[in-house]
């Protein structure tokens, strides 16, 4: 077999591969190969060691131009979600466990546990209140 076919159908075989192994390489290894393998078939590359060289470095070329080029257009699955689980637990009512004075800590049960609580305002064992803030691992509250 000659060799500009083996490096066309190691392109063909790499750019399938972006197929399966998603990233956005492999497909200009591919490309690269490919163009390798039009080089020695036009007999501008004689040399096994001129290939590989050539390889490399439009590969190189390929990832450092283009994949910046085609990432603007082809963006990836990606989100911005809400990662301050705080937030989400600001305004959940939660059980008062232990009296809380506006100068005493207290406890509440919330995610199935006891936590710290504090509050500006008397709120007994027994009631509801709504969480405001966090510190730490102690909850601010207040009363329903």
Known sequence: ???WIIWMISGVIMMVLELIIPGGIIVFLGLAAAFVGALVYFN?????VHAFIAWFIISLFLM???RSVF???FEGDSSVQNVDEDKDQIGKIVEVVEDILPFKEGRIKFSDTTW????NEE?????KAIIEARDGSTWFVKPI
């Open 64 to 66: 450092l131009v283009l």
């Open 44 to 48: 501008i590359l004689t040399s096994v």
């Open 71 to 73: 990432m603007k257009y």
């Open 116 to 119: 710290k609580a504090r509050s």
């Open 123 to 127: 709120i007994l064992k027994g009631n």
């Open 1 to 3: 077999m000659e060799t």
